[in-house]
């Protein structure tokens, strides 16, 4: 009887050993599909993150010229508005001088005079354009 239990319990021990041999094969089957799978998304992912790589490397060099642009722009505005300051006070100058030259010589000097300033400030406004070219 105990030789009928050994026998019994060793075929059970041997079928568990077979299932447990096809549960392997099976897991290494799964493994193997799920690591074609892994390999493939690594494919995928790597010419991505190269891409995004130089998606980033490409933005840095937009911001650096965005910010060279918004200094340079700074500049030629400071500059711009420090000419018209200096164009406002020459032009009140001119008025001022024309002024006193009137009041000294009368009106006949005084048209004489605003012909000369007129193209005086053409001039100027002239060369003032060229220069912001």
Same mark, same amino acid.
């Given at each position: 009887?105990?030789?009928?239990?050994? $026998?019994?319990r060793?075929?059970?021990?041997?079928?568990?050993?077979?299932?447990?041999?096809?549960?392997?094969?099976?897991?290494?089957?799964?493994?193997?599909? #799920?690591?074609?799978?892994?390999?493939?998304?690594? +494919?995928? #992912?790597?010419?991505a993150?190269?891409?995004?790589?130089?998606?980033?490397?490409?933005?840095?060099?937009?911001?650096?010229? $965005?910010? $060279? +642009?918004?200094s340079?722009?700074?500049?030629? $505005?400071?500059?711009?508005?420090? #000419?018209?300051?200096?164009? +406002?006070?020459k032009?009140?100058?001119?008025?001022?001088l024309?002024?006193?030259?009137?009041?000294?010589?009368?009106?006949?000097?005084?048209?004489?005079?605003?012909?000369?300033?007129?193209?005086?400030?053409?001039?100027?406004?002239?060369?003032?354009?060229n220069?912001?070219?």
């Amino acid at each position: 009887m105990q030789q009928v239990a050994l $026998e019994k319990r060793l075929t059970e021990i041997d079928e568990a050993l077979v299932e447990l041999e096809n549960t392997r094969q099976n897991l290494r089957t799964q493994a193997m599909g #799920i690591n074609a799978q892994l390999e493939q998304l690594v +494919g995928l #992912i790597e010419p991505a993150e190269k891409e995004l790589e130089t998606s980033e490397a490409h933005e840095m060099e937009l911001q650096k010229q $965005e910010t $060279e +642009g918004q200094s340079a722009l700074a500049r030629v $505005e400071r500059t711009y508005n420090q #000419i018209q300051l200096d164009l +406002g006070r020459k032009q009140e100058m001119l008025e001022n001088l024309r002024q006193k030259i009137e009041d000294d010589f009368g009106l006949v000097a005084s048209s004489m005079l605003r012909m000369s300033l007129a193209r005086c400030l053409c001039r100027w406004m002239a060369w003032w354009n060229n220069c912001r070219r």
